[in-house]
C-alpha cells in the first residue's frame, strides 16, 4: 500500500466491505484488551526505553487506562450505537424522529510522544467503537513505543481496516495531503495550527488536543500540606511531560516558603534524597527538549533542584521562586520538570493575570473555601481541572477531556470519544397514510391561522 493512498485504499474497503457490525468492532476491541494484558512486560520496556518510565507509572498512566477505557467502551458500545427515538412537533404530525450514529468513514489519529501508548490508542478506541477505518500516526520521537503499537494492531486489524503510518514530518505531510473523514491530533498548538490548514482544504471536522499554560492557583485557606503533596505529584510525573500538568503555581507571598518546603519535603519521600537513582523518576525524551528545558532556568532563582545530566537526559524536579511574570519560563508552556513559583497579594490579582494568558488546557485550584471555589471557576475559562487535586480529572470517563481556544478544540474519553468520531444523522420518518394538506399551496388565511397556531 503506498503511503499517498493510505486514505483513498480505506475509503475503498470501507464502501466495498461495509461498516462493521457492533459485534466484530466489540471483537476486535476484546482481542485488543487481550493481546495489550499478554505483551505487557514488552510495552513497559519501550516506554523506559523512550522515556525511562517506571513500570508502575506506564501501568496507572498508559495501559490500565486504556484497558478501562476498552471495559467502558465495550460495556456501553450497544447502548451508544442503538438509534435514539427523539420527540416530534405537533407541526410535523405524524411522522416520528430519529437519530443514527454513522461513522464518519475514514479518519486520520496523529499523536505525541509524551504517553505514546495512550494518546495514540485512546482516541483509537473511540474511533474503532464508532465503526470507522483508521490511519494512524504514533510519534517518531517514542520509537519503540511507536513499533510496538504498529505490531499490537496489524495483528489484530487487517489492512482494510487500520493502517498504522510511523515516521516523522515527511510522513505526517503526506498523510495530510489526502482526503481524511475526521482528523484528530494530539500535540502542540503550533503543529494544531498546521493540521487544521491542511483540514480546511477539504472541510474535514477536526479534533485538536494541544497544550498550553495550565496555572495552579493556592488560596489562603488551602490545605498547603495537601496542595504541595498533589502539585508535586502531577507536576513530576513523568518528569512535567504532561499537556495537564500544573504550569505554574500563584500562593500568596507568605505562605511560598511553606510550600517550597512541604515540596522539598515530598519530593525527598517521592524520588528519595537521590533522585537520579530513583527508578521511579522518568526521563527527558531527547537533547532538544533537555537543552530548551536547561535554557529555561537559566538566571532563575532556584529554591530546590536543578541537577542535570545530557547524557542520560535527567533534570531533576526544580523549583524556581520568587519568578516574575516577565521572565522567560512563563512564556510558552514548560512542558518539563520545571515549576515556577509567583506570588500575589490579592486573588484579584492573580486572577487578572491567569486572564492575560491564552485558556488553559488544565486549570487547579487548591482552596477550603467553597464559595470562593465557585467564584474562581466561574471566572476562569479552561479545558477542565481540578478543585484540590491535579491531573486526575482525566481518569474519569464521564468528564469530556480537551481544551479550549488555543488549548484545543473538541473533545474525548469515554462515551465523548464515540461521539467525537460519529456523524448523528437525524431522520424524520413521515406518515404514508395520511398527509395533512396545510403546507401545500395554494395558500390561504385559514391555512395561515392554522400554521400560526403551531408556529408560535
Ligand atoms: P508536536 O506537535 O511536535 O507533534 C505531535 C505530532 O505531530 C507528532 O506525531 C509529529 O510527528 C507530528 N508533527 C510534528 N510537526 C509536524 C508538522 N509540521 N506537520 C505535521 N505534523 C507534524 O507535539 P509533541 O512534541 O509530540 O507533544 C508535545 C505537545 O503536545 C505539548 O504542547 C503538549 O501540551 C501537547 N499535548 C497535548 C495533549 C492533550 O491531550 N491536549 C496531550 C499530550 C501532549
Redesign the pocket.
Known amino acids: 500500500m503506498s503511503l499517498q493512498n493510505r486514505a483513498a485504499e480505506l475509503r475503498i474497503s470501507l464502501q466495498q466491505d461495509g461498516v462493521l457490525s457492533v459485534e466484530q468492532r466489540k471483537n476486535k476491541l476484546e482481542l485488543l484488551k487481550k493481546k495489550i494484558i499478554a505483551i505487557q512486560p514488552e510495552i513497559n520496556q519501550a516506554l523506559k526505553d523512550d522515556l525511562g518510565k517506571s513500570a508502575f507509572e506506564t501501568y496507572t498512566t498508559e495501559i490500565g487506562f486504556i484497558l478501562e477505557e476498552i471495559s467502558y467502551t465495550l460495556k456501553n458500545l450497544k447502548a451508544w450505537t442503538e438509534t435514539k427515538k427523539v420527540k416530534t412537533p405537533l407541526a410535523l404530525f405524524p411522522g416520528k424522529s430519529f437519530i443514527h450514529a454513522e461513522p464518519y468513514g475514514v479518519v486520520l489519529i496523529?499523536?505525541?510522544?509524551?504517553?505514546p501508548f495512550q494518546?495514540c490508542l485512546s482516541p483509537f478506541i473511540g474511533a474503532i467503537a464508532a465503526g470507522n477505518r483508521v490511519v494512524l500516526?504514533?510519534?517518531?520521537?517514542a520509537s519503540h513505543t511507536s513499533s510496538l503499537i504498529k505490531r499490537l494492531i496489524t495483528e489484530i486489524f487487517s489492512d482494510k481496516e487500520v493502517c498504522v503510518v510511523e515516521g516523522?514530518?515527511e510522513e505526517?505531510?503526506a498523510l495530510?495531503q489526502q482526503k481524511f473523514d475526521y482528523i484528530f491530533?494530539?500535540?502542540?498548538?503550533?503543529?494544531?495550527k498546521?493540521?487544521m490548514k491542511s483540514a480546511a482544504e477539504y472541510l474535514t471536522p477536526v479534533t485538536l488536543?494541544?497544550?498550553?499554560k495550565s496555572p495552579c492557583l493556592i488560596d489562603e485557606t488551602a490545605n498547603i500540606d495537601l496542595a504541595a503533596k498533589r502539585i508535586v505529584w502531577g507536576k513530576f510525573l513523568n518528569a512535567g511531560q504532561t499537556?495537564v500538568a500544573p504550569d505554574y503555581v500563584l500562593i500568596p507571598e507568605h505562605l511560598q516558603n511553606l510550600l517550597i518546603d512541604k515540596m522539598k519535603h515530598y519530593l525527598s519521600v517521592f524520588y528519595s534524597p537521590n533522585v537520579e537513582s530513583s527508578k521511579d523518576y522518568p526521563r527527558i525524551v531527547n537533547h532538544r527538549h533537555f537543552d530548551r528545558l536547561k535554557e529555561l532556568i537559566t538566571d532563575c532563582d532556584v529554591a530546590h533542584g536543578g541537577d542535570f545530566n545530557r547524557e542520560d537526559h535527567f533534570i531533576s524536579p526544580t523549583i524556581l521562586k520568587d519568578v516574575q511574570w516577565t521572565d522567560k519560563v512563563m512564556e510558552d508552556?514548560i512542558?518539563g520538570p520545571v515549576l515556577p513559583i509567583l506570588t500575589y497579594t490579592k486573588i484579584d490579582e492573580a486572577v487578572a493575570h491567569i486572564l492575560k494568558y491564552p485558556k488553559p488546557?488544565a486549570f487547579y485550584f487548591f482552596s477550603e473555601d467553597s464559595s470562593q471555589q465557585k467564584s474562581i471557576v466561574s471566572q476562569i475559562p479552561f479545558g477542565g481541572g481540578c478543585i484540590n487535586d491535579t491531573v486526575v480529572h482525566l481518569a474519569n470517563p464521564h468528564l469530556p477531556?480537551?481544551?479550549v481556544g488555543t488549548?484545543?478544540i473538541g473533545s474525548y474519553h469515554g462515551q465523548k470519544s464515540f461521539d467525537t468520531f460519529s456523524h448523528y444523522k437525524s431522520v424524520y420518518h413521515q406518515s404514508s397514510v395520511i398527509d395533512v394538506p396545510l403546507r401545500y399551496p395554494p395558500y390561504n388565511e385559514n391555512k395561515l391561522s392554522w400554521v400560526k397556531l403551531f408556529l408560535r
Open positions: 496523529i499523536s505525541p510522544w509524551n504517553y494518546l500516526k504514533p510519534s517518531e520521537y516523522g514530518l505526517t505531510q495530510l491530533f494530539t500535540g502542540s498548538t503550533a503543529v494544531g498546521v493540521i488536543e494541544l497544550g498550553g499537556c508552556e512542558f488546557l477531556f480537551g481544551g488549548s484545543g
